[in-house]
């Protein structure tokens, strides 16, 4: 099932354009994604500018999407399944992978290291895909990704100086969150603990400190 897919084709001397694309059928590991939403990140305008991080021509960029399982052989996702994307394509052979993904030496990410969501289909690996409820499907669900960059940063956030992260691609989403607790929108955040102001930004309570083991992290409710 060999399928062509209607692509944002970047070339590699940067003349952009709007094309067909054939990808390979997915193989075991692999999921075929209908792709209904993608947002474009900071990151994919400056490839778009300078052609940086990309391994393979012409590109199709788009690491923020959301879409459905078309295929998946041994069907570990069932076709129809609503799925996001983890955009981090890690080596999986580096010292820093054997402590996390995200300290891979040679992290790469999707539609940079492969053909991504600027497409009416992607091929995928099924790790690096995440269903979601269908009452998030859509548009919003588009938007995990750059979230989960704010979420990282906010659980880093030293406490006592209070700040979050408000730097592409996830400024806005930041600024939210900074504004739903009283500030500007950028900057600061009052200095309470990160998973305190994760927890009231996103209308959530937390349980009282004496209510879970000491060092659990923030349950919610």
Avoid: K
Wanted: charged fraction near 20%; glycine fraction near 14%; include cysteine.
């Amino acid at each position: 099932m060999t399928v062509r897919a209607r692509a944002a084709l970047l070339d590699q001397d940067l003349q952009f354009t709007v094309g067909e694309r054939e990808l390979p059928d997915p193989v075991a590991g692999e999921a075929l994604v209908a792709v209904e939403w993608a947002g474009v990140c900071g990151s994919d305008l400056h490839v778009l500018r300078s052609g940086d991080w990309v391994r393979y021509w012409p590109a199709t960029l788009g690491h923020e999407l959301f879409g459905r399982v078309a295929a998946c052989p041994g069907d570990p996702l069932p076709e129809g399944t609503p799925v996001v994307a983890d955009s981090r394509v890690a080596c999986g052979a580096c010292p820093g992978c054997g402590r996390g993904a995200q300290l891979c030496e040679h992290l790469g990410w999707v539609g940079e290291v492969f053909p991504g969501g600027f497409a009416t289909h992607c091929v995928v690996p099924v790790e690096l895909l995440r269903p979601v409820p269908e009452e998030l499907a859509g548009p919003l669900a588009a938007l995990a990704e750059p979230l989960a960059v704010v979420l990282h940063g906010l659980s880093r956030a030293i406490a006592g100086a209070g700040w979050w992260p408000a730097s592409d691609p996830s400024g806005d989403p930041a600024a939210a969150m900074g504004r739903a607790r009283g500030g500007s929108g950028r900057g600061t955040v009052p200095p309470e603990p990160p998973d305190r102001v994760l927890l009231s930004a996103t209308g959530r309570s937390a349980p009282s400190p004496t209510s879970r083991p000491r060092g659990a992290g923030p349950a919610l409710s």
